[in-house]
């Protein structure tokens, strides 16, 4: 978990309400990613970002947003739209992936858990 | 598009029996394979990655995973089991081609070792 930290470790949500879960790193790494966590469904990619200002939505990104203002930060907000939100959400980072050389290692922040209740 | 397939939900070893976790895949081209591992409420933490090379991959805390082309598979071992290594297990694979560094995760391992 060493350089990333994710907070708050624990979020309670109303129904209707929007909610931003922080994501920091201090790796000085340009890539960023944001995945969903759902008991024996493995991890879902959101939302990634190679660079600042730039992001990619990933397989699951209906309902959730993301912004990318700068390279330590890669906050999620997963608003009321998200029809099923509690999960476990993992931020991860990586070096840039520079094309076929791109093997660059993700590595993870500690989690949040959402609940709605 | 590529996949993994981790076959095994729950993985049961006696401490200090070999403990040898499942993991095939599907992408094209030559993969980039990883190991992951997930302790109760925490994040993953990286275990081993193959890229290139040798296909026998050493990595942390005793592990090591074999790639085996033929067999599209990379199954991640350890010698001998400690009731310490229960936890959930990842496999992820990526191609080599393209810069977006999108991962492809398994459903996970959930390992259990009985004292």
Request: glycine share 10%.
């Amino acid at each position: 978990d060493g350089g990333i930290t994710q907070s708050p470790k624990y979020l309670f949500r109303k129904e209707g309400q929007n909610v931003t879960l922080s994501c920091e790193q201090n790796l000085n790494h340009d890539a960023m990613y944001w995945y969903r966590q759902d008991p024996g469904q493995g991890l879902r990619l959101i939302y990634y970002s190679q660079i600042v200002n730039d992001f990619q939505k990933g397989d699951i990104a209906e309902g959730y947003s993301v912004s990318r203002e700068k390279k330590e930060s890669f906050p999620l907000t997963v608003t009321s739209a998200q029809k099923n939100p509690t999960a476990f959400y993992l931020c991860a980072s990586s070096t840039r992936p520079t094309g076929m050389r791109g093997t660059d290692t993700q590595y993870f922040g500690p989690g949040t858990r959402l609940t709605v209740l | 598009a590529q996949s993994v397939a981790q076959p095994e939900d729950q993985v049961n070893v006696a401490e200090g029996n070999p403990l040898t976790v499942k993991c095939t895949y599907s992408v094209s081209g030559n993969p980039y394979l990883f190991w992951y591992v997930q302790y109760p409420n925490r994040g993953l933490q990286f275990l081993l990655k193959y890229i290139t090379g040798d296909n026998l991959v050493k990595g942390s805390y005793g592990f090591e995973a074999e790639f085996n082309k033929s067999q599209t598979s990379f199954h991640l071992k350890k010698p001998s089991a400690l009731v310490s290594d229960s936890a959930l297990y990842f496999c992820a694979v990526r191609p080599p081609l393209g810069g977006n560094n999108r991962l492809a995760f398994g459903k996970g391992n959930q390992v259990v070792v009985i004292p």
